[in-house]
């Protein structure tokens, strides 16, 4: 079974850099086919994808995040991280990685549930404050 497990800095300044890692656990991250997401969720509002890298390296972002999010991988370590520059109050959630062999809805700005997703981690939160 995958396991998924955020780390990361728990408050980051405006202007600043947001940086989160995700390990993987249970599976590879290059497996065929597969498509490694991030996710974030506001106070009150309901989860927002924002990009994934798949089993080869390629990437797909949100349009309405693209200009500011950069999400990389180290095979080495089974691990994808996801940057997110420029960062204001308005970029506080909870961040989530997650996994599945179906590929993200990356044309448009999509809102995915749980069930979008056959692996999911804990969460992080990230808040955005000076």
């Known amino acids: 079974q995958v396991q998924l497990q955020e780390s990361g800095p728990g408050l980051v300044k405006p202007s600043q850099t947001l940086s989160l890692t995700c390990t993987v656990s249970?599976?590879?991250?290059?497996?065929?086919?597969?498509?490694w997401s991030w996710i974030r969720q506001p106070p009150g509002k309901g989860p927002v994808w924002m990009g994934a890298?798949?089993?080869?390296?390629?990437?797909y972002y949100s349009p309405s995040l693209k200009s500011r999010t950069s999400i990389s991988r180290d095979t080495s370590k089974n691990q994808f991280s996801l940057q997110l520059s420029s960062v204001t109050p308005e970029d506080t959630a909870v961040y989530y990685c997650?996994?599945?062999?179906?590929?993200?809805?990356?044309?448009?700005?999509?809102?995915?549930?749980?069930?979008?997703?056959?692996?999911w981690g804990q969460g992080t939160q990230v808040t955005v404050s000076s």
């Open positions: 249970g599976g590879s991250i290059t497996t065929r086919y597969y498509y």
């Open positions: 890298i798949d089993w080869e390296g390629d990437n």
């Open positions: 997650a996994g599945d062999d179906r590929r993200p809805q990356y044309d448009s700005n999509w809102y995915p549930d749980r069930t979008d997703f056959a692996s």
